[in-house]
């Protein structure tokens, strides 16, 4: 089986660029933000080379671009001013990704701060409705979290919850990032079947879209979210990864990965070490 794996990749050269630099790693796939994902300021359109960007990636194999909503977005924030921007720039974002090409926006759902839960939740679901309409023609996927701070989404029902409350939401779709799971405490090494079958339960395997594929530096149920390198030991300056090779390498195979984007978000080393290229090639090997 041949997987859709890549990274995160770079758009400063625009699209083109940036399936380059994924083939460039050897990627079936690649995930971008569609400017830095601390501020709303973006390049106009024309100048991403979206034209050529497809026909680079029709060549090399490449499918499927993912977009991360950038962090600024707090669709939970009970601050008039952080929900109206949340909610103006996701819209805008969504228009920009459909423009690139794109079938899927992954979304941080959000952190409630001095309110609780419940409130992030509805406020969440409440923002969704002004933005998600019949002719949304995206995945906007909510990603799984790990817990840190108050992040709402540090496990299946608070998703569902979410989704649930959403009115059209035939497209709204999960993000299963590795690293976030195992630092919110659902046991992905030793019991994914376990997990998949949960997560089936509560929020439906029909609405997982995407895997972001890291380690972690934290045991699980650390609620930390610092992402490792795979495989990672005491050497690896970044840090040792507590997920392993052999627990990411049985998730992609997995059939719930099958034909899905799998993306790696593991930290950057420096230029002359390819990490991600390594990385890809790690969990691509033949094992039968
Ligand atoms: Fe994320
Ligand atoms: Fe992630
Ligand atoms: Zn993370």
């Given at each position: 089986m041949s997987l859709k794996i890549g990274s995160h990749v770079s758009i400063a050269e625009g699209l083109l660029g940036a399936a380059k630099e994924a083939a460039s790693y050897g990627a079936s796939t690649f995930m971008i933000?569609?400017?830095?994902?601390?501020?709303?300021r973006r390049t106009a359109l024309?100048?991403?080379k979206i034209e050529e960007g497809h026909a680079f990636m029709k060549e090399q194999g490449i499918h499927d671009i993912v977009v991360h909503a950038p962090y600024?977005?707090?669709?939970?924030?009970?601050k008039p001013h952080i929900y109206d921007l949340a909610i103006s720039f996701l819209s805008s974002e969504m228009e920009r990704t459909q423009a690139l090409g794109a079938n899927y926006i992954v979304l941080h759902p959000g952190s409630y701060t001095d309110k609780d839960a419940n409130y992030g939740i509805e406020r969440i679901a409440e923002g969704l409705n002004q933005i998600?309409?019949?002719?949304?023609?995206l995945w906007v996927c909510l990603e799984t979290m790990?817990?840190?701070?108050?992040?709402?989404?540090?496990?299946f029902e608070e998703l569902a919850k979410i989704i649930d409350k959403v009115?059209?939401?035939?497209?709204i779709g999960v993000c299963f990032d590795t690293c976030h799971t195992h630092d919110s405490?659902?046991?992905?090494?030793?019991?994914f079947d376990e997990v998949m079958e949960n997560f089936d339960q509560v929020i439906?395997?029909?609405?997982?879209?995407?895997f972001h594929i890291n380690g972690s530096?934290?045991?699980?149920?650390?609620?930390?979210?610092r992402h490792a390198n795979?495989?990672?030991?005491?050497?690896n300056p970044r840090g040792k990864d507590h997920i392993g090779l052999d627990a990411l390498y049985r998730i992609v195979h997995h059939p719930v990965a099958q034909d899905k984007p799998l993306i790696l978000e593991t930290p950057w080393l420096d230029s002359s070490t390819n990490l991600y290229a390594q990385e890809i090639a790690m969990l691509r090997e033949d094992r039968s």
């Open positions: 933000y569609t400017g830095a994902p601390q501020n709303t024309s100048n991403l600024i977005i707090n669709l939970a924030s009970y998600v309409n019949p002719d949304t023609d790990a817990g840190k701070g108050t992040e709402i989404g540090r496990n009115k059209y939401n035939e497209k405490g659902y046991d992905i090494i030793d019991h439906g395997l029909d609405r997982l879209k995407v530096l934290n045991p699980r149920g650390a609620q930390k979210d795979i495989n990672a030991d005491e050497t």
